[in-house]
DNA sequence: ACTATTTGACCCGT
DNA sequence: ACGGGTCAAATAGT
């Protein structure tokens, strides 16, 4: 089924026809003589915009096989893109968690998908975060790295408690380069993400992203899960369109010679339960501790079946990365979860009744390449998108 | 009233 | 102890 692209097909066409109408406006404008430089200048920069959104989110959801990076639109001034990050690194996490026994040693191991994305705004515009991405974020720490000029952002994904979604990222301004972004992203999204607009803003120009991960990951978003049952017919239909599944691709403009492509479908479960166990920090208000889950029954939910990894199939090893269930869909959701922590009380209440699938289950995270239905060695670039 | 951001404290792995 | 990531209370914005 594909329903996967639905909502981010939505959100393409959506871009794309606000930049037919930018287009068809910049037209009357140059056919009127009374139109003043700002205006069509402004209008040039809302169309390029547009496209450079459009490009971005065709890469970022389905795995477009296009190599080469995305054309700059906007460049004027400076350093080309130089692939400024260290080539890639590829390889992932898999983690395969083996039951071990030692039960109760806390053990932690977990491995979210990692690639960062560089991204410039082009100067002319305001606007200066990094672009808008599709999916709405939520700021919640900021900090000063030891030898970089700029503090780098945390965000993680605003439905995080109510939905599950693990995914956050990371924004870091560049030193030399003030109009490059780093955006490391962690975890893929689970929501539905179901309202999302994307405002056009700045003009983004993807100067390469590369997945990586290596390293190991501390710690990821703590939150143990927990499955949900019922949820309201409205929240499912919700969950259903979701899934959508997002890959990058990396070129690395062909300095290495394997690309590595990557998608991922859908969710992410924690797959492990492991990360949740660990809940890592636990600040203790008593009372939010009070509801955690144990910890112990997640963990048996997954597990079980956790299909090797494959590796690429094709070249070296690219990808690989959460998965989901046979097939995404709706059931396969994310059934995690929780959240005990922060988040208001009423969200906290609602989240809970949320919560609880009974489909939890099977769908254990469990790496591969592209989505299920896909064939591995790449495909479906574009589902028709348009046709 | 609510939600989002700010920001120092806290936690954790090195 | 240090650096990086997250929390959570206070604050700001709607």
Redesign the pocket.
Known sequence: MENMGDWEQKNLINELTQGRELARQLHSHLTTASSSHETREFLVQKILASYEKSLLMLRWSSSVGEPQPIAGAVRNSESPPSQVGSPRSEDSDRDIRDLDHKSDA?R?RKALPRWTQQVRVSPGMGLEGPLDDGF?????????????KYP?????C?HRHVQGCLA?K?VQRSDEDPTIFEI?Y?GRHTCSQASNIMPPQASPEIVLQEPNDVM?L??????PQQQHDHHEPVLSQELMLLNFQANLKVQTGNLDTHHAGQSFPSFIFPSSSTFEA????????PE?QAHVFPASMIDNNFVGSYSPSFMSPETSGTNYFSASPGGMNITGFPADQQRH??S?E??LTEIISAATSATNSPTVGLDFPFGPKFDPNFSFDNHGFFS
Request: proline share 7%; glycine share 4%.
């Open positions: 806390p932690k709405s974020w939520r700021k919640y720490g900021q900090k000063d790295i030891l030898n970089a780098r952002g945390y965000y993680r605003t956050t990371q490391t962690r190991d501390q710690h990821l978003n703590p939150q660990a809940d890592h920090h636990h600040h203790p208000t939010q922590f922060q208001s009423s969200e």
